[in-house]
């Protein structure tokens, strides 16, 4: 590897750790018994410039993940200019405010946490013509902190996505608390999806995904795998 320039970024081989975890995810699926087509990689480039993000999507990563609204708004048009069957997952927590940008910039929003952000949602579908495909997040750790719907709540606010506005409900997303053991989260987000008839659960995150493979994860959301350390993490 040449040395790194200390005027650039960081060297970093996005592509060597993108097939990394491509391997790992393969792998994962073989042991427990699924297709590893059946399982979705969605890079999150959240804080990554498009100088960063440019070789995943050259080594044909088609799926990511961004967690604010005007941070992809800044990055992705140019990058779809250039790529564009990329699918772009809104993974952060939503302002009613940005629903309109969101429906607009997004195919597939995966935070949906309250009825009010649900509604907006819908109102934004009806103005635009667009609809992107929507999950719920669920609060597994029932973590005052975190973003999602409580799992006693998640029934109710499913139910008010798809009869009362009209959403394309396709999925459940979790961020179980650190420092636990994921796999009671993911199992419980499964059982949600299971009485609720959804067939998408993302989960697994760099640090789990394999755990998350194995609990029937459809979608991982990995970031620092892939592209390395972000400079100022951000606290979702
Ligand atoms: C940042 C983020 C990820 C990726 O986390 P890594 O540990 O960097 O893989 C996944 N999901 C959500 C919701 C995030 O905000």
Known sequence: MDA????????????????????????AAKESGRKVEDVTLVAVSKTHDAVRIRPALEAGQKVFGENRVQEAAEKWPGLRADFADVTL???????????????????????????????ALAAAMEKTGRRPRCYVQVNTGEEPQKAG?????????????????????????????????????????????????????SM???????????????????????FGEREKPKTT
Request: contains cysteine.
């Open 4 to 27: 790194p320039d200390p005027q650039s970024q960081p060297a970093f081989d996005v592509v060597a750790s993108l097939a990394h975890v491509r391997e790992a995810i393969a792998w």
């Open 89 to 119: 997952h809104l993974i952060g927590p939503l302002q009613t405010n940005k629903a309109e940008d969101a429906v607009r910039l997004f195919d597939v929003i995966e935070s949906i946490d309250r009825p009010k952000l649900a509604r």
């Open 149 to 201: 719907v409580l799992p006693l709540a998640a029934d109710a606010l499913i139910a008010a996505c798809r009869d009362e506005y009209g959403l394309d409900l396709i999925g459940l997303m979790c961020i179980p608390p650190q420092g636990e053991n994921p796999a009671p989260h993911f199992a419980l987000l499964g059982g949600i999806a299971r009485r609720n008839g959804i067939e998408n659960l």
């Open 204 to 226: 697994g995150m760099s640090g789990d995904f394999e755990t998350a493979i194995r609990s029937g994860a459809t979608h991982v959301r990995v970031g620092t795998a892939i």
